[in-house]
């Protein structure tokens, strides 16, 4: 069977198509393609500005996808979309265009929840059974664990996500916002090595970070009207944004580990799978390893093409609950910009 | 789930001296807990290990590590002196190294007084078992009744003093045994890890008796807790053992409301607290986010 | 001869004995304590005056934290043996400490807690220069006599331990049911509280 999976609830507009073999076996990734929407540096990407993105890329990408993809209307089984979460304007716009597609093409449509199409995709990639999955993006923090056909959120951030705070730094900074500002701000922090003292807010699983982006940008502030520089105070150099990037990963990071391990020693799994676009930090994903590694156990991780928002994993958690004989009428082919993760019944898995 | 194979970490001086060596009771996240003695074999104490996290900076594991024990150590400490039953602090260590130990790395160490005696949760898991044999339910319903009843009223003095658990459990619940206890009856372990015993129930029915009606109610496990007088943060504390109780003791339910009622006796403002709860239960601990 | 008991405490290594005698009926303390303002390196000893000591474990618990401190390269006074005294105060204030613990001109009962820092140092070394020098009638360590020359009202003002405590409240309890609660339980509770002020002692 064959999906389409039309993924734009931030600002990146993926198109995929997975093929799930008859007899099983692993899912083959027939396209998987994406155009981002880059705003100026010092700007984030406004809703209306997205969305006028996203509708005029839409039709360019699904075609594109079909020619790569080698396959023809009939060979699609199902048209998957974002239903939720994200930002509204841009999740309507990929919403109409995937009920155009299925009114056109005479498909069902299948609304996706895009944590767990993060999840699903995540598992397929790593092959991870079980793992206690730490979503971490632009619009998400949570610490996930599946029981009884959901996934539960064992903790989550209680007011920003982390990549809204290290996007919103990178505003702060001027940094460009190409390819994108976590990236710009990891490259960034690798030149960095005084680690300055940022608030550090963890309460049980859950975090919170709006108070250390508060700090982080006062320091930046500092260090913008002081022109002599402001030196550490025990090393003595003078206080970089290199170092900035540095302290500030090192602190938001170390409290997504804790979190996660907190959530590892609860449910007593010792794999971890992280998804969402900061999960692409190398940073991170090395903090996560040697966490693991001290519990016996190891660190799931995927490369931007699956990490960054796209297509194919909307595509392959749509198809799984297709297969199991949901879909989603037209009538009910809405979007929303609030939609837990525990809220999907995971009918595919025991 | 797989088998994964957990080492813990090597203990940091002094006990590495330690005749014979401290026992692993459990190991969480952050810390493990051990049973070891004080200064004389005689005197049996438990160890709580924080070790360092070697994939945070160096820094800032120092800096968490210290401030974790140290909050931990002075909540009980102060706790104590108001009064309130908890494990007394015997040492702590959370400063770095120099000199000739520096290498022993991060990590720090809370030594407490150990509680012998057995965790509210294997108390009732034992209380259960015994109902269905020993044909005495309501007997021993009324039983678990005071002990819910001591609980509330330990729960509202340590809010009254404005210490918040932040973890409450019926793990983090210790009974301990009475003076009239006969020893050697349970396996009691600090920090939520007694067990339960394994006689029958007419056997046990006594021995269950003078743990509920008896027993002393220790709070232990102060790793999250944190200094609040807000209504807000001792409802969330409460709803927090509630929901606890509920997935761990369904059976018990309607005992728990002696713990509320107990609360809501033992001091002025409870009552406030109560009703603060009935709205933190109506809207659940997690907010619906927004993508 | 002085009645030297030598004790090895738990955890630390065997090789680290600790030597403790106890005196009644002191009449040169005045001496004793020139000795340690002139830093004689003779006299390095832990001169605890005994009135303010509640129990065995109350002294060893400062003897415990002295010593881990010092293996861990932290003393914040001259040597061990004034760590000792130092670790036994509530508060960070050394001078302090060592007026509120360490031995006065007006000392009666003594304490002295002597650590075999190296192998010459034995317990009859110890004992000889002791016999030699301190004017006084040696007495066993041991936890009745300690308790003998206690000051409780002293060690409460120390400690700030109010009324506070469950001690108060148990006693209460007690007399409702008629059951005697006696001292014991009392500087038990006693016991547990200051060696909780103990160990946060300069923990920042």
């Known amino acids: 069977m064959i999906a389409l999976g039309l993924e734009g609830s931030a600002n990146k507009l993926g198109v995929g198509l997975i093929l799930h073999p008859p007899k099983g076996g692993p899912a083959q990734i027939l396209a998987n393609i994406r155009h981002t929407f880059i705003s100026p540096p010092g700007e984030g990407f406004l809703p209306k500005d997205t969305a006028k993105h996203h509708r005029a890329w839409v039709v360019r990408l699904v075609k594109q996808a079909m020619k790569e993809a080698n396959v023809s209307v009939d060979d699609v089984n199902c048209i998957c979309y974002t239903k939720g979460p994200g930002m509204g304007a841009p999740l309507q716009s990929v919403a109409v265009a995937a009920r155009m597609l299925s009114l056109l093409w005479g498909k069902e449509l299948v609304g996706v929840n895009h944590c767990v199409g993060h999840i699903e995709m995540g598992r397929e990639i790593t092959g991870a059974q079980n793992p206690v999955v730490l979503y971490v993006s632009g619009g998400n923090t949570q610490v996930i664990a599946y029981a009884s056909q959901r996934y539960r959120i064992f903790g989550e951030a209680l007011d920003i996500a982390v990549g809204n705070c290290l996007d919103r730094f990178a505003r702060t900074l001027n940094i460009s916002n190409d390819p994108a500002p976590g990236y710009n701000i990891e490259q960034m922090a690798k030149k960095g090595k005084n680690l300055l003292d940022l608030p550090y807010a963890v309460k049980g699983m859950d975090c919170s970070f709006s108070g250390i982006l508060a700090t982080v940008d006062s320091l930046a502030a500092k260090l913008e009207q002081d022109t002599t520089g402001c030196r550490d105070e025990t090393t003595g150099e003078i206080i970089t944004h290199e170092d900035l990037c540095f302290s500030l990963q090192e602190t938001v990071f170390a409290m997504l580990v804790e979190i996660t391990e907190r959530a590892m020693a609860h449910v007593g799994s010792s794999q971890v799978l992280i998804v969402g676009g900061v999960g692409c930090n190398e940073r991170l994903q090395e903090m996560m390893g040697m966490m693991a590694s001290a519990r016996g156990g190891s660190v799931f991780a995927t490369d931007e093409r699956f990490c960054i928002d796209n297509g194919i994993m909307i595509a392959h958690a749509g198809l799984l609950a297709y297969r199991t004989g949901f879909t989603t009428s037209l009538e009910e082919s809405t979007c929303t910009q609030r939609f837990r993760t525990d809220e999907v019944l995971v009918k595919w898995r025991d | ?291 | 001869m002085a009645l030297i008991q030598t004790l090895s405490l738990a955890h630390l290594p065997p090789s680290l004995a600790v030597h403790v005698a106890l005196y009644q009926e002191v009449t040169n303390a005045s001496f004793l304590q020139q000795q340690l303002l002139l830093g004689n390196s003779d006299f390095e000893y832990a001169f605890i005056d005994a009135s303010v000591i509640l129990s065995p474990n109350h002294l060893l618990a400062a003897v415990f934290r002295a010593v881990n401190d010092s293996d861990n390269g932290r003393l914040k006074s001259r040597n061990v043996h004034s760590e000792i005294v130092f670790a036994l105060s509530p508060n960070n204030n050394i001078a302090t400490s060592f007026r509120t613990f360490g031995i006065l001109p007006t000392t009666r009962s003594l304490l002295v807690v002597k650590i075999s820092t190296n192998p010459s140092i034995t317990a009859s070394s110890i004992s000889q220069h002791l016999s030699a020098t301190i004017e006084g009638t040696a007495i066993e360590f041991s936890k009745d006599n300690i308790s003998k020359f206690t000051d409780i009202k002293k060690v409460k003002k120390i400690y700030k331990i109010g009324n506070k405590t469950d001690v108060q409240e148990r006693k209460n309890r007690g007399s409702e049911k008629g059951t005697v609660v006696g001292e014991l339980d009392d500087k038990k509770e006693m016991e547990v509280v200051i060696l909780g002020m103990m160990a946060l002692r300069g923990q920042t």
């Open chain 2, 1 to 291: 789930m797989s088998a994964s194979v957990f080492s813990p970490p090597h203990l940091p001086p002094p006990f590495v001296n330690t005749v014979p060596p401290p026992t692993l009771i459990s190991q969480g996240a952050e810390a493990l807990l051990y049973r070891t003695h004080f200064l004389q074999s005689t005197h049996p104490c438990a160890l709580k290990y924080r070790p360092s996290k070697p994939y945070r900076h160096p820094t800032l594991d120092a800096r968490l590590t210290k401030h974790r024990i140290l909050s931990e150590a002075r909540t009980m400490v102060r706790m104590r002196k108001e009064g309130l039953k908890v494990p007394g602090v015997l040492g702590v260590d959370c400063e770095p190294a120099h000199g000739d130990n520096a290498r022993k790395g991060g990590g720090g160490w809370m030594m407490m007084e150990w509680v012998e005696g057995q965790t509210a949760k294997d108390l009732l898991v034992a209380v259960k078992e015994t109902r269905k044999s020993c044909g005495r339910e309501e007997v021993l319903r009324e039983q678990v009744r005071n002990l819910m009843h001591r609980i509330g009223t330990i729960l509202c003095k340590m809010h009254e003093i404005g210490v918040i658990h932040g973890d409450l459990t019926t793990s983090n619940l210790m009974i301990r045994h009475g003076a009239q206890q006969p020893h050697g009856i349970t396996d009691g372990h600090a920090e939520g890890h007694g067990r339960a015993n394994n006689t029958s129930g007419i056997e046990t029915e006594p021995i269950l008796r003078e743990a509920l009606v008896n027993g002393e109610v220790v709070l232990i496990d102060f790793g999250l807790a944190t200094s609040s007088i807000q209504d807000e943060d001792k409802a969330v504390d409460l709803y927090v053992l509630e929901r606890a109780f509920g997935s761990t003791h369904p059976e018990a339910e309607d005992e728990f409301n002696e713990v509320l009622k107990a609360y809501g006796e033992s001091s002025r403002g409870a009552r406030v607290v109560l009703k603060r709860l009935e709205d933190v239960r109506l809207r659940g601990r997690k907010k619906s986010m927004i993508g």
